[in-house]
């Protein structure tokens, strides 16, 4: 079986768990995978944006109902969680709607977010939200890449197609990586 065939059989559901477990590298390679008709945009952004609110919502009852496993309790002791508490305290909200795009507080936000008092009904709803504005426009930069690469170099085999796109997307992370550690290894300006 062919790489397109199992994209082509198989790619919706990579894109629902990638975009659960793994986040936006899934979702991106989903609007490539569109680009090149493997499967349909609709599909790979309905699939990402299930995903992703899926999970989210498995973390949010875990901090909401089993505060006391040992996983939960690991991820509340990381740096991540005590940034979390502090954006969730100053903008309710805006970080429920934003955390998903923010790098390194994907996973433990909505952990963080069950142990508070925000209600449960709240959280779907805006988590629905974010997860659909985050998936089409995720999806949406894939389908467009794959546009830019057809462009740039002509229709590329497959496995051509991936490898650009991948290591667009490990640059991209990358200077996203160094931006975030940068900003936040400046003293803050005191006024």
């Known amino acids: ?3 397109e065939n199992l994209i082509s059989q198989y790619g919706v559901l990579a894109v629902f768990l990638g975009a659960a477990f793994e ?27 299930l995903g992703s609110f899926a999970v989210d919502q498995a973390w949010f009852f875990a901090g909401r109902y089993a505060n006391r496993l040992a996983l939960v309790q690991r991820f509340l002791k990381t740096d991540a969680a005590r940034k979390v508490n502090h954006l969730l305290e100053a903008h309710p909200t805006g970080f429920i709607l934003a955390f998903r795009f923010i790098y390194g ?8 977010i069950g142990l508070t008092s925000v209600p449960a009904i709240r959280f779907v709803v805006l988590n629905f939200i974010a997860a659909v504005v985050w998936a089409v426009l ?6 467009l890449f794959g546009n830019a690469v057809e462009v740039l170099f002509g229709r590329l085999r497959l496995h051509i197609h991936l490898i650009i796109a991948l290591v667009a997307i490990a640059v991209i992370i990358a200077a996203l990586a160094f931006f975030v550690r940068s900003r936040m290894r400046r003293p803050n300006a005191g006024p």
Not at 43 to 48: E, G
Request: no cysteine; aromatic share 14%.
């Open 105 to 112: 507080m994907r996973t433990v936000s909505p952990i963080a």
């Open 1 to 3: 079986m062919s790489l």
């Open 23 to 49: 986040g936006e590298t899934a979702v991106f390679l989903g609007g490539v995978f569109a680009h090149r008709h493997f499967i349909t945009w609709w599909q790979a952004a309905t699939a990402a944006a």
């Open 138 to 143: 995720i999806t949406t930069i894939g389908y």
